[in-house]
């Protein structure tokens, strides 16, 4: 299939994983980056279940566990140490018939071990999409250049491009907040080193997991009417932000020298993610917000699915709406989900939190279970 011209806006992590499993179908498609190299944004990631069955079909879900720390389970908890909720990852990745568990690991060291499985000529950088043709199909570019395609993927994050172009009346919404990440060379407490933790208090939250041996990620999220007013904190001011949670949470923020500060933005479900022969795939077709850790599980969802339906159907239009029958309705339902988690871990009002701590308290574990086992089962 060589003969067929397949062009990839974005080199994310969805971009990365649609040039991989495009190749793995016989296709070489050409990613254009606008950066000058690959900076990955952010710090850590937890990839659940779903996301390291994609990374298997891949090729490159050992290499992610290597570089990684593979997590036992994931523990909500209040700012008093009591639990509200606890999942055993592996069992419930197990019953869905999945064989690995979620794993944390460094953004950077995602995206170093997709790049490396991909031939330096399939990466093109510091060229910068403009606009999108989705007749011909053909990008423009920035520099005023055009390159005309049998299709065109667009992996170009939140602030598309692709999008922009073929829906233009589609926006991003802001979620009420902002998120504060870090990475710290510091180990945590053996009881939550295989954990992934996440802290509810009033109006805030905290979560954090190993990375590695001697580090750590964590990420903070604070309530924030608009995202002008974005408070641009330093460690200090932020671990003071959080001095009323337990151990580590001050500690680790304290010790963070480069904190990355992003507004909390999702993208409302879109009509449809194609037209002709333009598709969207990752942020760009279904941004979500973090609270459900399926963000970029979902993108290499994406990148698996819409490779097998142009391997079944050829390049064409009945490809692309097969890939988004498939992957629409399990996209846009999960970034629902991760927009009520959001809203219930940011309630302010005592009162209100006092309800929402009784009702995830008694929840029955097979009722969080079944919920669980939802988000991770796949269909591929």
């Known amino acids: 299939m060589t003969d067929v011209s397949i062009s990839i806006l974005g080199g994310g992590i969805g971009g990365l994983c649609a040039a ?40 490159v879900a050992e290499a992610v566990e290597e570089r990684g720390v593979a997590l036992d389970r994931t523990v909500i908890r209040t700012t008093t140490g009591r639990t509200l909720t606890s999942t055993d990852l592996r069992a419930r990745a197990s019953a869905v018939g999945l064989e690995r568990t979620m794993v944390s690991i460094r953004r950077s060291a995602l ?22 043709d989705p007749e011909r199909p053909a990008i423009r570019f920035a520099d005023g250049t055009e390159r005309t395609t049998d299709l065109v993927v667009g992996a170009d994050g939140i602030r ?4 922009r172009t073929l829906f233009p009346e589609q926006s991003v919404r802001y979620a009420d907040g902002v998120t504060y990440r870090g990475l710290v060379e510091t180990p945590l407490p053996d009881r939550a080193s295989r954990d992934a933790t996440a802290i509810w208090g009033r109006s805030k939250r905290f979560g954090y997991s190993a990375v590695g041996r001697n580090r750590a990620w964590w990420f903070a999220v604070l309530p924030v009417d608009a995202p002008d007013e974005v408070p641009e904190l330093g460690a200090d001011e932020l671990a003071e932000r959080y001095d009323d949670f337990p151990d580590p949470v001050s500690d680790l923020v304290a010790a963070t020298d480069r904190l990355v500060r992003t507004p909390l933005t999702d993208l409302p479900p879109l009509e449809r993610w194609h037209r002709n022969r333009v598709t969207l795939l990752g942020d760009a077709a279904h941004a979500m917000t973090p609270n459900l850790a399926q963000g970029s599980a979902q993108a290499m969802e994406d990148a698996v ?10 390049v064409g239009r009945r490809a692309l709406h097969e890939y988004e029958s498939r992957r629409k309705p399990r996209a846009d339902r999960i970034s629902r989900q991760s927009r009520l988690q959001g ?17 995830f308290r008694l929840m029955p574990s097979a009722v969080m279970g079944r919920q669980v086992e939802r988000q991770f089962a796949v269909d591929f």
């Not at 598309?160 to 999008?163: D, E, H, W």
């Not at 871990?345 to 009702?359: D, F, H, S």
């Open 305 to 314: 699915v819409l490779a097998a339906c142009l391997r079944e159907q050829g």
């Open 343 to 359: 809203r219930l871990g940011q309630l302010e009002r005592p009162i209100l939190t006092g309800v929402r701590n009784a009702v």
């Open 160 to 163: 598309s491009i692709t999008r």
């Open 111 to 132: 995206q170093d071990v997709l790049v490396d499985r991909l031939p330096d000529d399939s990466l093109e950088l510091g060229v910068e999409g403009a606009a999108v």
């Open 20 to 59: 991989l499993a495009l190749r793995q179908v016989g296709f070489e498609p050409t990613v254009y980056e606008r950066t000058d190299e690959l900076r990955p944004v952010g710090s850590g990631i937890w990839i659940p279940p779903n996301g390291m069955a994609a990374l298997a079909v891949l090729g």
